[in-house]
């Protein structure tokens, strides 16, 4: 146990809830590659061939562009997630087993200090949530691995059982993480997001970075930089 916890998180830790919450992003802070858009790969390529691949890199180049012209992350995000319209439910989620499966044996899939950060916070009694705005059928599998609690982002909207591309709820993205992390705190009132821990690689965290008292940032090595505290927000 780590000797700065204080007395009354102990007290939680012992009694049986959390004695605080750690969030982690996922993609190239957790796992190092970008999952979402590997994963659009993966699958339009398994259902359609060559066009299928074509077509993928079509739409993600046009959707980085427009990025780099100021689209908003989380509007991206949604129009990604648009790209699976019309797609059965049972095939892509069984693809993403799959996919998962043979993507995870890569020795250097997990990034490992994020992966034994996780690991010491869920010995000392605290519950991980991944905020993530990658694809939803992908995220449990990862946290079944971690060992996470929680996980954090919007869900595929269903017509029976095909995909109609839209989100429902916040896309974990930008402040989203940041309001997706409160909504989770709010269920647990007695920890202070000043004893709560934080993950994340992107400027885009920094709204989830911020609203904790210990932040980290995940550069592109793997390695890990603590934030200075910031006022919580």
């Known amino acids: 146990m780590s000797p700065d916890l204080s007395p009354d998180l102990i007290h939680r830790q012992k009694s049986g809830s959390p004695s605080y919450l750690v969030f982690c992003d996922v993609d190239e802070t957790l796992i190092r590659c970008k999952s979402g858009p590997e994963f659009l790969r993966h699958y339009f390529e398994f259902r359609h061939g060559a066009e299928g691949a074509r077509r993928t890199e079509e739409l993600l ?61 869920r010995a000392e009694g605290g519950a991980v949530a991944l905020v993530s705005g990658s694809f939803p059928p992908l995220l449990p599998l990862v946290a079944a691995e971690v060992g996470a609690q929680y996980v954090l982002g919007a869900r595929l909207e269903r017509c029976g059982r095909v995909l109609t591309g839209e989100l429902l709820g916040l896309p974990a993205i930008g402040d989203g993480k940041r309001v997706l992390a409160r909504e989770l705190l709010a269920r647990h009132p007695h920890i202070d997001p000043a004893d709560c821990y934080a993950y994340g690689d992107h400027p885009s965290d920094l709204p989830m970075l911020h609203m904790v008292g210990h932040a980290t940032l995940v550069t592109p090595d793997g390695a890990h930089t603590p934030l200075k505290p910031a006022a919580l927000t």
Not at 66 to 81: I, Q
């Open 61 to 121: 180049t046009d959707l980085y562009g427009r990025l780099a012209r100021g689209l908003p992350r989380d509007e991206a995000n949604r129009e990604y997630h648009r790209a699976w319209r019309r797609c059965p439910v049972d095939e892509v989620e069984d693809r993403a087993r799959q996919w998962y499966r043979e993507r995870s044996r890569a020795a250097d899939f997990y990034i490992a200090a994020t992966v034994d950060a996780l690991r010491r916070h």
